[in-house]
């Protein structure tokens, strides 16, 4: 089995201090997809340094903000950084690797693909949001390139996006709310339906509502599971046909969360 998790950190520092070591030597994922790390390739290196991970980082050029990783106890052949846009906000958003599966008990070597991504928030009304349509019309075409190529890959991360009524816990009162809004949710819709990427989330989780992935730290949202699922591992159709089990590693309680995400995890019988 390939184990890949990927989880919005809210910051490496602060997760750590939260317990999030405490969850990565319970769960030993092979690979370890990261968004929002917030810090520089030494800091990400000290705390991943004792677990020998490969590591590829994209940190953001606006100090404290964004920040995409992979750590992988898989060898990686090549690494792609960041969408080159040449946008200082789009920085720290995206970091491809492909990784090297050791042919084992009569399956071939193969090579994997994975990505981590973290999509902007936006703000309706805002010049970030426009923004994000610019960065989602990058990624979009960048999942096309993938797509054609074929393989297994994944392209997992926290999207900003709620695809579904079945993936907010509040949808009539968020219709208007960045996130949720039409034009936000056909980006997912053209690459499931026209680029032939699959939602392991929502194939694997069942028909909903959630399993949600990210709750505010305000209010009483995480005890009321009023959450919103928006962190996604999305699949080409040959590694997703690989994919056995989906799990939210939703924290027992409020006070043992150590983001306002949960970590995805997806098994892959490769």
């Given at each position: 089995?390939?184990?890949?998790?990927?989880?919005?950190?809210?910051?490496?520092?602060?997760?750590?201090?939260?317990?999030?070591?405490?969850?990565?030597?319970?769960?030993?994922?092979?690979?370890?997809?990261?968004?929002?790390?917030?810090?520089?390739?030494?800091?990400?290196?000290?705390?991943?340094?004792?677990?020998?991970?490969?590591?590829?980082?994209?940190?953001?050029?606006?100090?404290?903000?964004?920040?995409?990783?992979?750590?992988?106890?898989?060898?990686?052949?090549?690494?792609?950084?960041?969408?080159?846009?040449?946008?200082?906000?789009?920085?720290?958003?995206?970091v491809e690797?492909?990784?090297?599966?050791?042919?084992?008990?009569?399956?071939?070597?193969?090579?994997?693909?994975?990505?981590?991504?973290?999509?902007?928030?936006?703000?309706?009304?805002?010049?970030?949001?426009?923004?994000?349509?610019?960065?989602?019309?990058?990624?979009?075409?960048?999942?096309?390139?993938?797509?054609?190529?074929?393989?297994?890959?994944?392209?997992?991360?926290?999207?900003?996006?709620?695809?579904?009524?079945?993936?907010?816990?509040?949808?009539?009162?968020?219709?208007?709310?960045?996130?949720?809004?039409?034009?936000?949710r056909a980006?997912?819709?053209?690459?499931?339906?026209?680029?032939?990427?699959?939602?392991?989330?929502?194939?694997?989780?069942?028909?909903?509502?959630?399993?949600?992935?990210?709750?505010?730290?305000?209010?009483?949202?995480?005890?009321?599971?009023?959450?919103?699922?928006?962190?996604?591992?999305?699949?080409?159709?040959?590694?997703?046909?690989?994919?056995?089990?989906?799990?939210?590693?939703?924290?027992?309680?409020?006070?043992?969360?150590?983001?306002?995400?949960?970590?995805?995890?997806?098994?892959?019988?490769l």
């Amino acid at each position: 089995m390939l184990t890949i998790a990927s989880v919005n950190v809210n910051g490496i520092r602060a997760a750590f201090r939260r317990g999030m070591d405490t969850w990565l030597e319970q769960r030993t994922p092979d690979v370890l997809l990261l968004q929002e790390v917030r810090a520089s390739d030494e800091i990400l290196a000290d705390h991943l340094a004792a677990d020998g991970w490969h590591l590829a980082h994209e940190a953001s050029e606006t100090k404290g903000r964004a920040g995409v990783a992979i750590a992988s106890r898989l060898p990686m052949s090549a690494v792609r950084i960041g969408m080159k846009t040449g946008v200082t906000g789009d920085t720290g958003r995206w970091v491809e690797a492909d990784l090297e599966l050791a042919a084992h008990e009569g399956a071939p070597a193969r090579t994997v693909t994975v990505v981590s991504t973290y999509i902007h928030s936006g703000t309706v009304g805002q010049p970030s949001m426009d923004e994000k349509y610019a960065f989602l019309d990058h990624v979009t075409a960048r999942l096309a390139d993938i797509a054609e190529d074929g393989g297994y890959a994944v392209v997992a991360g926290d999207l900003n996006i709620a695809h579904r009524e079945a993936d907010i816990k509040n949808w009539k009162g968020n219709l208007k709310s960045a996130g949720f809004l039409p034009r936000e949710r056909a980006y997912l819709d053209r690459w499931f339906d026209d680029l032939g990427w699959r939602d392991l989330g929502r194939e694997l989780g069942g028909e909903g509502p959630g399993p949600f992935t990210w709750w505010s730290w305000r209010g009483a949202a995480f005890d009321n599971d009023a959450g919103w699922r928006i962190d996604y591992q999305l699949a080409t159709p040959e590694l997703a046909d690989a994919a056995v089990s989906v799990s939210v590693d939703r924290a027992a309680t409020y006070a043992e969360r150590f983001s306002d995400h949960a970590p995805l995890v997806v098994e892959y019988d490769l």
